[in-house]
């Protein structure tokens, strides 16, 4: 919902408070009286936010297709990196599974799959995780390197991103935004939600929140890849600056996350926790308590991290904790 919309629906209340009539507000702002009420009460609830409406859009975390479909149509992706649709849906019926070469598409778009080139890559990026010093694909894997450029992430916590999400009024909060960081090659997230967006809370966030983790697990930092918001670029950012130095790692701003990997990463992230967990809690509760509302999302967080099958070059409809599992070996020694 625009903010055009929040704001109509403000006035509403407004105005029937200032005339002292809702039928004559409802007549002037072309809503019913029906809807004045429901208004009343999910700002009364939530505030602001609860005048948003619940997006009919949905994210399919679910496979469209069964399970068993989708692993053969990524292991024949894999097999056959040259084969197109129409021949992976033959090769499909065949062994007894019928698809349609649409079907097959849409599963390799889900999977960043759709182009030979990406097919190739995943290839590489699957024989890494399985060798685990196996000399038998060593071969395998010089053959596909030479007809590719550098791969944008080599393994757990290469490269990360790190984003600022304003997630608007808040009951008796105010203003919330969540800080979020996610590992660009297993996609494992963290996030936590403060009041303010500022440099300090942005460092604050990555020196302890995250830091603490990826030194726990035995995985380095190699580059953050943030925006050029205020609180990581410019005159203002100074703490997160430090931050930065203090860390060791790479830091790399742009206006986009234009690369084939992070493209849009933070966005699409944001865009599921949103829909799988605020979008609901903040119509079904009013929050006076932060630290109630850290431990929805550190729960949803633990589902995510641990559950959710997630679509992606690396990742091939793991885990975020099951694709660092296998390619824990990957990592430099640090």
């Not at 090769?91 to 778009?109: D, E, K, M, N």
């Not at 997630?167 to 800080?179: A, F, R």
């Not at 942005?202 to 995250?210: D, M």
Request: a neutral charge.
């Amino acid at each position: 919902m625009s903010n055009n919309e929040i704001r109509s629906k403000l006035a509403l209340l407004q105005l029937a408070k200032e005339m002292g009539s809702v039928s004559r507000a409802c007549d002037i702002m072309g809503y019913s009286r029906d809807s004045y009420y429901r208004f009343k009460r999910q700002y009364e609830s939530a505030g602001e936010i609860g005048l948003r409406n619940l997006s009919r859009k949905k994210p399919a975390m679910k496979n469209r297709v069964a399970p068993e479909v989708e692993a053969q149509v990524i292991e024949i992706a894999l097999d056959y990196p040259n084969y197109g649709q129409a021949r992976v849906a033959e090769l499909l019926t065949a062994r007894g599974c019928v698809i349609s070469p649409s079907g097959v598409r849409a599963i390799w778009v889900r999977h960043h799959l759709a182009t030979k080139r990406n097919r190739q890559l995943a290839l590489q990026n699957s024989l890494e995780q399985r060798s685990n010093g196996d000399n038998s694909l060593t071969s395998e894997l010089y053959q596909i390197q030479q007809d590719q450029s550098q791969l944008e992430c080599h393994f757990p916590g290469d490269v990360c991103v790190q984003d600022t999400y304003k997630l608007g009024e808040v009951g008796g909060l105010g203003v919330l935004y969540q800080h979020t960081f996610v590992d660009a090659y297993s996609q494992f997230a963290h996030a936590w939600v403060s009041t303010t967006n500022d440099t300090a809370a942005a460092a604050e966030f990555l020196l302890q929140q995250v830091t603490p983790w990826y030194q726990q697990q035995q995985l380095p930092i190699g580059t953050i890849l943030t925006d050029k918001g205020a609180e990581f670029f410019g005159s203002r950012s100074k703490a997160y600056q430090t931050a930065i130095e203090r860390l060791g790692c790479g830091h790399v701003h742009m206006r986009a996350y234009n690369g084939p990997v992070v493209n849009g990463l933070a966005a699409r992230f944001h865009t599921l926790i949103w829909n799988e967990l605020y979008e609901a809690l903040f119509k079904q509760q009013r929050f006076d308590d932060l630290d109630q509302l850290q431990q929805h999302l550190q729960q949803w967080l633990l589902r995510y991290n641990h559950q959710y099958a997630i679509a992606g070059r690396y990742t091939l409809g793991k885990t975020p904790e099951e694709t660092i599992e296998v390619s824990r070996h990957l990592v430099p020694e640090q």
